[in-house]
């Protein structure tokens, strides 16, 4: 089975701090997502990254910024945090990007509150 | 651009009763489309997916979707519903760029006795 592993499940930061949030995959998936879910708003796309060291923009990137310098690992980052920032993260990866028809396997998400 | 709208934010039914969640997609291509189930503090979980072989798809835990392209409606089904099937259910469509998803804004079952 898939592993998709969130470092976090509940974090809590102050205002301005530089956030991170780690994700972490045992399938060797080159692709990989971070979304936020918010309620009645189901899940936007923040960034996506097909590659290592290669990302792309989603839906909503203003604030965030992402990182891939491994495979198996994508990191999310808010470079200063902000009170609507406060949402539910969710990782997700999937099998290459040639292959379609491939579905997303998510982690279990973090909760991060914003204070 | 592709898109999933999900008709009803909240469904209630019976325990036993039919569950019928709904999604219409819009799409320039045709379109691959997947059911996710979230239940409460976890990540999504892949119900079923739709890869054009058939129009009528069978996933885990008893739930079924059917692809109409003339009503471009992939709606998802259960003869009988149980109190563990009480979570939310996301639409998604692959949108385009391989592998991206663009995800509904899902529905949330209750189920009743």
């Known amino acids: 089975d898939v592993k998709v592993t969130q470092s976090s499940r509940y974090l809590v930061k102050r205002t301005g701090e530089k956030v991170f949030l780690e994700c972490v995959q045992d399938?060797?998936?080159?692709?990989m997502f971070w979304y936020r879910q918010d309620p009645g708003l189901g899940l936007r796309l923040i960034y996506f990254?097909?590659?290592?060291?290669?990302?792309e923009k989603g839906d909503i990137p203003e604030g965030y910024s992402v990182s891939r310098e491994k495979k198996e690992r994508f990191s999310l980052i808010l470079e200063s945090a902000s009170t609507n920032q406060t949402s539910m993260y969710l990782c997700?990866?999937?099998?290459?990007?040639?292959?379609?028809?491939?579905?997303?396997?998510f982690g279990d998400g973090t909760r991060l509150s914003i204070l | 651009a592709q898109s999933v709208t999900q008709l009803g934010s909240h469904v209630s039914v019976s325990e036993g009763a039919l569950v019928l969640l709904r999604c219409n997609y819009s799409s320039s291509v045709p379109p691959y489309l997947f059911w996710y189930v979230q239940y409460p503090n976890q990540g999504l979980q892949l119900l079923l997916k739709?890869?054009?072989?058939?129009?009528l798809v069978k996933g885990i835990n008893g739930f079924e979707a059917e692809f109409k392209k003339s009503e471009t409606s992939f709606h998802l089904t259960k003869p009988s519903a149980h109190m563990s099937d009480a979570a939310e259910y996301f639409c998604a469509v692959e949108a385009g760029t391989a592998s991206k998803l663009t995800f509904g804004t899902g529905t949330r079952l209750q189920v009743t006795l």
């Open positions: 990254s097909y590659d290592v060291k290669m990302k």
């Open positions: 997700a990866s999937s099998s290459p990007l040639n292959r379609v028809n491939q579905p997303q396997h």
């Open positions: 399938m060797d998936h080159e692709n």
């Open positions: 739709y890869t054009s072989a058939a129009t």
